[in-house]
């Protein structure tokens, strides 16, 4: 089993920044991606960013060059970078973190969410 940890999240104006983290622990293979997606009031879950465990990023149109993702793979770790944060970006964030591309047996895990408010 795998457990994710996050944290990071609050209330923030906008323009402002915050960083999100996600702590994975538990049997976690070597090769994975892990990353953030975010539900807001009324809508589907939707991709933010992810990343591979040789540092590939794939992020959703509207956060780029605002938003940067990273890990730590020692740590087991991913890292959300908010910048220039809008209104439109409050949501609960969630921490992923899927194993199956490289064990197709595998499964995917979810944290358990964090708020993030952009308001004045």
């Known amino acids: 089993q795998v457990q994710l940890v996050e944290s990071g999240g609050g209330l923030v104006q906008p323009g402002g920044s915050l960083r999100l983290s996600c702590a994975a622990s538990?049997?976690?293979?070597?090769?994975?991606?892990m990353g953030w997606y975010r539900q807001a009031p009324g809508k589907q879950r939707a991709l933010v960013a992810t990343?591979?465990?040789?540092?590939?990023?794939n992020y959703e149109d509207s956060v780029k060059g605002r938003f940067t993702i990273s890990r730590d793979n020692a740590k087991n770790t991913v890292y959300l970078q908010m910048n220039s944060l809008k209104p439109d970006d409050t949501a609960v964030y969630y921490c992923?973190?899927?194993?199956?591309?490289?064990?197709?047996?595998?499964?995917?895990?979810w944290g358990q969410g964090t708020q993030v408010t952009v308001s004045v």
């Open positions: 992923h973190l899927d194993q199956r591309p490289w064990i197709p047996e595998s499964r995917d895990y």
């Open positions: 538990g049997s976690i293979f070597r090769l994975n991606v």
């Open positions: 990343i591979r465990s040789d540092g590939y990023t």
